[in-house]
């Protein structure tokens, strides 16, 4: 069963374009993390998101925590180039030690 | 600053062969996790361990071993490798009492022929 569901899977836009890439869970989570990958790397950590109705920026990026803590979005404003990547959301619970993944949103932004 | 360092970063076995990849970290981190990521289906959890000398099963645990016998290392084993293991392996670790940030390493790529 697939606890975090993201959509889309692909994306790609021009640059400048603004997008928006959702993530939604059939369950609640204590925190959800948003993390960015670059092939042949590991992701690395964007942002923690806490509390329901939670809204946190981070330069171009803006991403927000539902009410009900079982969803949310990260939305780029002007699309640049550099963020070309895999976009992963994570749901983990308190002192669990692990983390549950989305499927991920493949991003190309084309100059 | 070294983090998560896992090794090898590239592998290649054929059908039956054992192996082990290792994982170390360096921040005293109390949890510790591996996952595999294949086309698609991003990340699914193998084993995890909240501390050393304890270990527990993942999302997808069959054929692979786990021990923790230091919070430093958590390496993880492939006891007859097959072909469905092809996959790249991330290893992470967390801070106890942390909202669940992950850290990961840089990844090991296992090829099953």
């Known amino acids: 069963t697939q606890l975090l569901e993201q959509s889309p899977q692909f994306l790609s836009i021009q640059e400048g374009e603004n997008l928006t890439v959702y993530c939604n869970s059939s369950s609640v989570f204590s925190s959800l993390q948003w993390y960015r990958q670059e092939p042949g790397e590991g992701p690395v950590l964007l942002v923690t998101?806490?509390?329901?109705?939670e809204v946190k920026k981070l330069k171009r990026l803006t991403f927000q925590f539902g009410d009900a803590r079982k969803d949310s979005s990260l939305h780029i404003t002007a699309a640049q180039p550099g963020d070309t990547g895999l976009y992963l959301c994570a749901g983990a619970r308190t002192n669990a030690g692990k983390s549950t993944f989305g499927d991920g949103t493949t991003l190309t932004v084309k100059p | 600053n070294a983090g998560v360092t896992q090794t090898p970063k590239f592998q290649v076995l054929k059908t039956g062969q054992s192996m082990t990849l290792q994982c170390a970290q360096d921040m005293n981190h109390e949890y510790m996790s591996w996952y595999r990521q294949d086309p698609g289906m991003g990340l699914r959890l193998i084993h995890y361990s909240v501390g050393a000398g304890i270990t527990d099963q993942g999302e997808v645990p069959n054929g692979y071993n786990v021990s923790r016998s230091t919070t430093e290392d958590f390496p993880l084993r492939l006891l007859s490798a097959a072909p469905s293991q092809t996959s790249v392996y991330f290893c992470a670790s967390s801070l106890a009492g942390s909202t669940g940030e992950l850290f990961f390493g840089e990844g090991s790529r296992l090829t099953v022929l």
């Open positions: 998101v806490v509390t329901g109705g």
